[in-house]
């Protein structure tokens, strides 16, 4: 019997595709892009749980600006994200990513898209378009947890997940929750008393419109617990009815 041993190695290589949060940027300017993350996400860094970023320059490869990507960078680590891809930009903007830390995505391709790495929506501006005349509504699509917060300045929200006892969703327009809504919801919060609060599954904290509001003092009525409800003003009183 030969003394020899068969060692199996010890990794493998493959391709692989995850999915990353892309944030396409309009402006350089990173104290404006301070204020913004703290107007959107809120100065408790807790939106995001350490996802992975491509930052797409397309909107700024022409400008003549130069790119901190140092401080880029920094600043979205405050906000647990994990830069780690660019793409989009000019020469000399890729240059400096690269020497940042950061590496080149590739590109869209227009024949073979399962090239171009997969791309988890949220679906959030980072950076306003003032040509624009309204924002798309903000999209989040992760559970959130006790003590988080998100905001949408200027537009709905729509939750594809469930708002935990102790988060809350905030926003100038349209609340919509598609889950259970256990935390607190705050629609019309710049004072817009047409907008209402929507979700499938209605177990709230606290539910407001337009500054008016209602807490739970004592279990909601079988005909609204944990069924799809819709909340709306009628005149100042707060009305809650099935959906």
Same mark, same amino acid.
Not at 70 to 82: H, K, N, P, Q
Not at 210 to 223: F, K, L, M, N, Q
């Given at each position: 019997?030969?003394?020899?041993?068969?060692?199996?190695?010890?990794?493998?290589?493959?391709? +692989?595709?995850?999915?990353?949060?892309?944030?396409?940027?309009?402006?350089?300017?990173?104290?404006?892009?301070?204020?913004?993350?703290?107007?959107?996400?809120?100065?408790?860094?807790?939106?995001?749980?350490?996802?992975?970023?491509? =930052?797409?320059?397309?909107?700024?490869?022409?400008?003549?600006?130069? =790119?901190?990507?140092?401080?880029?960078?920094?600043?979205?680590?405050?906000?647990?994200?994990?830069?780690?891809?660019?793409? &989009?930009?000019?020469?000399?903007?890729?240059?400096?990513?690269?020497?940042?830390?950061?590496?080149?995505?590739?590109?869209?391709?227009?024949?073979?898209?399962?090239?171009?790495?997969?791309?988890?929506?949220?679906?959030?501006?980072? #950076?306003?378009?003032?040509?624009?005349?309204?924002?798309?509504?903000?999209?989040?699509?992760?559970?959130?947890?006790?003590?988080?917060?998100?905001?949408?300045?200027?537009?709905?929200?729509?939750?594809?997940?469930?708002?935990?006892? &102790?988060?809350?969703?905030?926003?100038?327009?349209?609340?919509?929750?598609?889950?259970?809504?256990?935390?607190?919801?705050?629609?019309?919060?710049?004072?817009?008393?047409?907008?209402?609060?929507?979700?499938?599954?209605?177990?709230?904290?606290?539910?407001?419109? +337009?500054? #008016?509001?209602?807490?739970?003092?004592?279990?909601?009525?079988?005909?609204?617990?944990?069924?799809?409800?819709?909340?709306?003003?009628?005149?100042?009183?707060?009305?809650?009815?099935?959906?």
């Amino acid at each position: 019997m030969s003394g020899e041993t068969t060692q199996r190695s010890g990794f493998d290589m493959k391709s +692989a595709q995850l999915p990353v949060v892309a944030f396409a940027l309009r402006s350089a300017d990173l104290e404006q892009l301070a204020q913004e993350f703290v107007e959107r996400f809120g100065s408790d860094s807790t939106f995001f749980d350490h996802d992975p970023v491509l =930052i797409d320059l397309a909107h700024l490869r022409e400008a003549d600006e130069d =790119i901190d990507f140092v401080a880029l960078v920094a600043l979205l680590r405050e906000y647990r994200t994990t830069p780690v891809a660019v793409r &989009g930009g000019s020469e000399a903007q890729m240059a400096s990513a690269y020497a940042a830390g950061l590496i080149a995505a590739p590109e869209a391709a227009p024949v073979r898209k399962a090239a171009e790495p997969e791309v988890r929506e949220v679906e959030v501006e980072v #950076i306003k378009e003032v040509q624009l005349p309204a924002k798309a509504s903000l999209r989040v699509d992760k559970p959130m947890r006790s003590g988080q917060q998100v905001y949408a300045s200027g537009s709905d929200v729509i939750v594809n997940a469930i708002v935990s006892f &102790g988060a809350e969703v905030i926003a100038d327009g349209n609340v919509h929750v598609y889950g259970p809504l256990r935390g607190r919801a705050v629609a019309g919060a710049r004072g817009d008393k047409t907008a209402r609060i929507y979700c499938t599954c209605f177990e709230p904290q606290l539910v407001s419109i +337009a500054g #008016i509001y209602r807490t739970v003092e004592s279990d909601w009525p079988a005909e609204l617990a944990g069924k799809a409800a819709v909340v709306r003003l009628e005149g100042e009183k707060l009305l809650i009815e099935p959906l």
